[in-house]
């Protein structure tokens, strides 16, 4: 579970365009254009995307609102006695 979640926050890269290319062989693929930028993209961080990883628990979690960072109140409950913790 801990593997998946450090992969999951990995940072992922796109380019700003694509274009077709065909090979040797006529094939068409797919690669980024000349002047393409790379973007370095956190699909996770991503608003359009509600896709969460749980503050407490490091569990994927629809986020059914923007300003939820856990995956149901317990956990939430769970992170705030562990911070009070922290600060004493
Ligand atoms: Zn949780």
Redesign the pocket.
């Known amino acids: 579970m801990k593997q998946y979640f450090e992969q999951a926050s990995a940072q992922w890269v796109r380019y700003s365009d694509y274009e077709w290319k065909k090979d040797g062989k006529g094939i068409l693929y797919l690669t980024p254009a000349a002047d393409a930028k790379p973007i370095m993209y956190d699909p996770l961080a991503d608003d359009e995307n509600p896709l969460r990883i749980?503050w407490?628990?490091a569990?994927v979690y629809v986020a059914k609102r923007k300003d939820r960072d856990?995956?149901?109140a317990s956990?939430r409950k769970q992170f705030d006695a562990r911070k009070q913790d922290d600060t004493h």
């Open positions: 749980c407490n628990c569990k856990f995956c149901g956990c």
